[in-house]
């Protein structure tokens, strides 16, 4: 069963995993420009080395954008990410990370709003919940790239259901992640992933729910679902079927949302 994925490091793992190869393991497959150390000529470079490389049906996202500002952003903007998010889970001058009580500075206003006008997603992966309701208030475009549910396992990373309800209500996405601390204590199975994505589904609605497995950026995975791999991913197919899910749903959450997305989206 293949997927469509809304978020993997294999951009910035510093592993040898080629575009054409996710393409070919994926039906849509957004790889993130994690910036971490990086500087801004760093992060430029790996953003040319996509392009030059990209395959059909990868898309570009960046991660952690701490880099933007007024004489960069629409550079930045011209790369069509499909989404960015300001930070990774600690502040910075843009915004509140996931570990931190920061809300949307001043200058993290104007990069949303240059975003929104450019009709750039803002990723809120990683933000707090006071960054995001900031966030929420500057812009209509809102997804959460890879994240689960608190209210099925409480973790920093994962969201409210408050949360949850604006991203659906903005026709945003929540792409479901596969990393194991965010989805139950102890070691992950590829049930636990189905509990985070069902209480979504149930709650929410079927049009708001994707994976975005974080591949390549954790070794924190399920068992047997470590990879695009027919076994594992069937695995979890399987588990909607028994879960009496209709094929148009399993096919929408696995592949049709995202793609949905991107359709509407990316130029």
């Known amino acids: 069963m293949k997927t469509a994925d809304f978020h993997n490091d294999a951009l910035t793992s510093g592993k040898s995993i080629s575009l054409l190869e996710l393409s070919r393991k994926t039906v849509k497959c957004v790889c993130a420009v994690y910036a971490g150390a990086r500087t801004f000529e760093e992060v430029r470079k790996i953003v040319a080395l996509f392009e030059r490389e990209k395959a059909a049906g990868t898309f570009l996202s960046l991660e952690d954008a701490y880099y933007l500002d007024e004489g960069n952003i629409e550079e930045v903007c011209g790369w069509s990410p499909v989404c960015v998010s300001l930070t990774w889970n600690a502040g910075n001058a843009l915004a509140g ?49 890879h994240t689960c549910l608190n209210a099925v396992h409480r973790h920093p990373r994962n969201i409210d259901d408050a949360q949850a309800a604006l991203l659906s209500e903005y ?54 679902l470590r990879d ?40």
């Not at 920061?102 to 933000?127: E, F, M, P, T, Y």
């Not at 194991?180 to 590829?190: I, N, R």
């Open 97 to 145: 990370g996931c570990l931190s009580d920061d809300g949307l500075s001043a200058r993290g206003k104007q990069i949303v709003r240059i975003l929104a006008a450019h009709g750039i997603a803002v990723d809120c992966a990683h933000l707090n919940a006071r960054s995001f309701f900031d966030v929420a208030q500057e812009t209509p475009y809102l997804v959460n790239s």
């Open 171 to 224: 026709k945003g996405l929540i792409g479901i992640t596969f990393v194991g601390k965010f989805l139950t204590d102890g070691k992950a199975k590829p049930e636990d992933v189905f509990r985070h994505t069902d209480y979504c589904v149930q709650k929410f609605g079927r049009d708001c729910v994707c994976f975005g497995t974080d591949f390549f950026g954790t070794e924190d995975l399920p068992i047997g």
């Open 228 to 267: 695009y791999t027919e076994e594992g991913m069937g695995e979890l197919f399987s588990l909607f079927v028994k879960a009496g899910y209709s094929l148009e749903d399993i096919h929408k959450i696995f592949v049709g949302n995202l793609s949905d997305f991107l359709s509407k989206n990316i130029n």
